[in-house]
């Protein structure tokens, strides 16, 4: 309205052309680092499909298989230190095609392991490889979007990741449960969607828009919130070494970290080990004709839906606060657990009981990945993005070997509930440091 009482000259001069631009463009780069992520997960999270034939075939422990699952997401937590700075100063659109093909070449490898120790190296190399994809997509994301729309366009790229847990499960029980294929084709088929959304990807996104030729328009919410813009000279200028200093010294990543690292772990148990478990002799299902692995998809679109009604919550009803949304989720998540747990429940009840627990477990991490620009401004969004996911997967990657031990000597792989519970409520608790 008020651009229509302007004089039509000035309502004509390039100004408005461009902020639209502007506009479709950044939905444009939303949706492309959505779409590539959206088949990442077929690189990484279908380990726990093949897990009951490679015991079969190679006779290799639960505890073994929790310490190769555990590889990856070691080299994973590395990568996410690494390449989060290489992100911010190389510009995440090269390092996310690279990420999703050398990923794609790495699980064709690790399917023709004979041992752990192939194994091992080949799926942590993997790790590594996925590492470049979603720091690259949060710099593109945050260099786009401004402060009070993070939660918005983080829960929908944090969306894209949960349906990539929905499509990495689908896949995967359709490879297993029905064409019937050996694990092999696990580790062949899905991530060729990978390699087409990576491609993809760099043809359609720019890293920023001085790159796309656009002039963002000034956002009054980035100076209501303090944070002075830079240009892209100064962060380049920035070197690593400071931009490390930077994000370490601030004790709210630190407590960022340690919270996701606890949500991360819970969320990792339940990808890798519920399909073990609903492959395995502690699942009644009542005599249901529905098959017990496609029961088990009910948690990754749980997940999926939950990070994107978690972003919208922090922005609209805590007023872009990304703590008080953490804590909510983290103890509903941990009841839902624990109900999977202690509650008599048949085909229905198990499908939404695990459909909540995904919603809840996986849905706070919309607003730990928009507290990072937040925290420390978007310059140092990838760097930050990187450091707070290398914790995550190191506490995820120290909890698989154990839960798999803790399988092995019990036979009762039910127990990943309580863990699980047990690791939302250290989350929640950590979450109460961060006040942001």
């Known amino acids: 309205m008020a651009n229509a009482e302007k004089p039509i000259s000035e309502r004509l001069s390039p100004e408005f052309p461009q902020e639209s631009e502007y506009q479709r463009l950044k939905w444009r780069m939303l949706l492309a680092s959505m779409f590539c992520y959206f088949f990442f997960y077929t690189g990484r999270q279908t380990f726990g499909f093949a897990i009951p034939g490679i015991e079969e075939d190679l006779g290799l422990s639960k505890a073994t298989l929790g310490a190769i699952s555990g590889t990856l997401l070691w080299f994973y937590a590395a990568g996410q230190m690494i390449n989060g700075n290489l992100a911010d ?94 694990w092999q084709w696990i580790f062949r088929v899905p991530v060729l969607l990978m390699l087409v959304g990576g491609v993809t990807f760099y043809l359609v996104a720019r890293d920023s828009p001085e790159q796309a030729g656009v002039t963002p328009p000034v956002e009054e919410a980035t100076i209501q919130a303090g944070i002075e813009p830079r240009s892209a000279e100064d962060a380049t200028a920035e070197t690593s070494l400071q931009r490390y200093k930077a994000v370490l010294r601030n004790p709210k990543i630190w407590s960022a970290g340690i919270a996701i690292g606890f949500q991360n772990a819970a969320r990792y148990g339940l990808l890798i080990w519920v399909p073990v478990y609903f492959l395995g002799n502690d699942w009644e299902d009542g005599g249901s004709s529905v098959s017990p692995l496609w029961i088990s998809v009910a948690l990754p679109v749980g997940m999926a839906v939950g990070a994107l009604i978690n972003g919208q919550v922090s922005d609209r009803l805590f007023g872009a606060r990304r703590d008080r949304p953490i804590i909510l989720f983290m103890v509903l998540g941990a009841l839902m657990s624990l109900t999977m747990y202690v509650a008599p429940l048949g085909t229905t009840t198990s499908i939404v009981v695990l459909f909540l627990t995904g919603f809840f477990v996986y849905g706070p991490q919309s607003s730990f990945w928009a507290l990072c620009p937040d925290i420390v401004g978007q310059r140092m969004a990838g760097t930050a993005t990187g450091a707070v996911n290398c914790f995550a997967y190191l506490f995820a990657g120290a909890a698989e070997p154990l839960i798999g031990g803790l399988m092995d000597s019990t036979g009762n792989t039910s127990l990943i509930f309580p863990i699980v519970a047990a690791a939302c409520g250290c989350s929640a608790l950590v979450a109460l440091t961060i006040r942001r």
């Not at 894209?160 to 995967?172: D, K, Y």
């Open 89 to 182: 100063k190389w510009g995440g659109r090269r390092m996310m095609t690279a990420g999703a093909i050398l990923s794609t070449l790495l699980n064709w490898c690790t399917s023709f392991a004979t041992g752990p120790k192939s194994f091992g190296l080949l799926w942590g190399a993997n790790g590594f490889a996925q590492s470049l994809g979603w720091p690259s997509g949060g710099r593109v994301i945050s260099n786009w979007w401004g402060p009070q729309e993070r939660g918005k366009s983080f829960g929908f790229y944090t969306f894209a990741a949960g349906m990539a847990s929905v499509l990495a499960f689908v896949t995967s029980t359709v490879i297993v449960d029905t064409l019937d294929l050996d």
